[in-house]
């Protein structure tokens, strides 16, 4: 005899309870259970568009929501959960559609005043921003996205000691939310404040922190005081972040084995030129339904008996500054094909200069890059034969700029997308680089190579950048900053003022 099937109601009910009781899977099985046999069962799809967006999964989650919003359009309650989830999704502009609406049905909601200062910080509201978040937390004064998105909009403010003190008040308690605890570490390291930041930074591998890479590799970790054990370096972040690091390699081969070095496959002909005695293999990475997955198979194969992430060096290092590890250069170009492309470029008496003017970082892409057509007044400088060192198909972009600036703008026939050892031939033989803050930028300072980096003030102005126009990681590099948030008119014409004075 068939056991009856649930009613859609009893479903959503056992999923609360499995929901409350941490058991967020059973929860959404039961929940999709209900929706197949009741599509329209509100109270099932905004919880488990709730317990997807726990889960990490944003965009199916603006769709419950909006579904289950549509049913009630007069719940606070759901349109804040449908703002979260649209923020998270990368629609900041439906976030705060839909988190006015809640506000303006129910004003005084922590959640979605601090789910609203973040879509103004994302939209470069800074100063309204903060003022939301400033409110959530007179109505709730431990709330960690309201003390984390005030600090952020008090940074971006040109605040940076004020936002340190915001998050000082509640990120140092013992039971501070790891992401208050990882905002600070990011203040300290963005002030250079080497000795108290590289600690603090180890909060990004709490397993609660957004995506998260599960690890099974199972090895102790390895410490100052495990000197002479050999040790494996786990790849972490993107191919930027790794090139930023490697820097610290030396030092920790200095202090034990070193037999395993995990990094992007794309890194390792170039890195192994550059240090040939490092023992490469390929960071390798998933995705299920728990999040980010590392195959590290690799590593376990090796004799490594304890592993450390490559951005924790500093830490277990004990906390040098950049000046304390290998200086740039200790990236070397394939000489030959550094030549060859030189010659192929090159005009007479005029300056090689390599350009790039986007990122495709899937967070924080939009904010870093600009248009090339808007670089006009850097392409008109005369005595310069500028470069495409910019990956993807761009030969729109290349043309229309082109026809503005009345200049041409040379390509190669690198692939600068898979091959990376090309692309550091290509920025090699360039006299100069003028990049946004990408990959292209953190490649060109590890080659030496001068570069000028034009940063966004906002999000996607990365902790490393630190303040100033120098910056303690590149020597070689100047740094051109946005004066006021999402204008690219005044670093772009200090660029070209700078080019058109320069030898």
């Known amino acids: 005899m068939t056991e009856p099937a649930s009613e859609p109601a009893d479903l959503t009910a056992k999923a609360l309870r499995e929901a409350r009781a941490g058991r967020r899977h059973a929860a959404l099985a ?35 929501l909006e579904r289950a919003a549509a049913s009630l359009p007069d719940a606070a309650p759901v349109a804040a959960a449908l703002g979260s989830a649209r923020l998270r999704a990368g ?50 004064p431990g709330h960690p996205q309201a003390i984390g998105n005030r600090a952020e909009a008090l940074h971006h403010l040109g605040r940076p000691e004020a936002a340190l003190a915001a998050l000082d008040t509640h990120a140092t308690r013992g039971d501070a939310a790891p992401q208050l605890r990882l905002n600070r570490a990011v203040t300290l390291l963005g002030l250079e404040r080497w000795s108290e930041g590289w600690p603090a930074y180890e909060a990004r591998l709490d397993p609660t922190i957004p995506d998260h890479i599960r690890r099974r590799h199972r090895l102790p970790r390895w410490t100052a005081e495990a000197a002479g054990r050999p040790v494996a370096v786990l790849a972490e972040q993107g191919i930027g972040e790794q090139i930023l690091f ?24 170039l890195v192994r030129r550059s240090h040939p005695a490092l023992p490469l293999v390929a960071a390798r990475r998933f995705r299920d339904v728990h999040g980010p997955l590392a195959d590290e ?16 060096l500093p830490a277990v290092l004990g906390s040098p500054s950049p000046a304390g590890a290998e200086a740039p250069p200790y990236l070397a170009a394939d000489p030959d094909r550094v030549g060859a492309l030189r010659t192929a470029l090159a005009e007479p008496a005029h300056r090689l200069v390599g350009v790039c003017w986007r990122s495709k970082n899937a967070a924080f892409g939009g904010f870093k890059s600009t248009r090339l057509v808007d670089w006009a007044p850097i392409l008109r400088v005369p005595g310069v034969t500028f470069v495409n060192l910019q990956y993807g198909d761009v030969a729109a972009e290349i043309a229309e700029a082109g026809q ?20 550091a031939a290509l920025v090699a033989a360039m006299d100069l680089v003028i990049t946004t803050g990408s990959t292209t930028a953190q490649l060109a300072g590890a080659l030496g190579v001068p570069t000028w980096v034009l940063l966004s003030r906002g999000p996607g102005l990365m902790w490393y950048w630190g303040h100033g126009e120098r910056t303690p990681w590149y020597p070689t590099m100047r740094l051109f900053r946005q004066t006021a948030p999402g204008d690219w008119l005044a670093p772009v014409a200090a660029v070209a003022a700078a080019l058109a004075d320069a030898p």
């Open 246 to 269: 490697l820097r610290f390699l030396p030092a920790l081969a200095a202090r034990a084995p070193v037999v395993a070095v995990e990094l992007d496959g794309k890194l390792h002909p």
């Open 404 to 423: 503005a600036a009345g200049r041409e703008v040379r390509t190669s026939d690198v692939d600068l997308f898979d091959d990376l050892d090309g692309a």
């Open 30 to 64: 039961l929940l999709d259970r209900a929706l197949a046999a009741a599509p329209d069962a509100v109270q099932a799809r905004y919880l488990r568009g709730l317990l997807r967006l726990e889960a990490g999964d944003p965009g199916g989650a603006s769709e419950d």
């Open 297 to 312: 198979r690799a590593v376990i194969a090796t004799a490594a008996a304890a592993a450390v992430e490559i951005a924790s």
């Open 91 to 140: 629609d900041p502009v439906g976030a705060d559609a839909a988190l006015r609406r809640s506000l303006l049905l129910l004003p005084a909601q922590p959640d979605a005043l601090a789910s609203h200062s973040g879509c103004l910080i994302a939209g470069l509201a800074f100063a309204p921003g903060e003022r939301s978040a400033a409110r959530a937390l007179l109505l709730a």
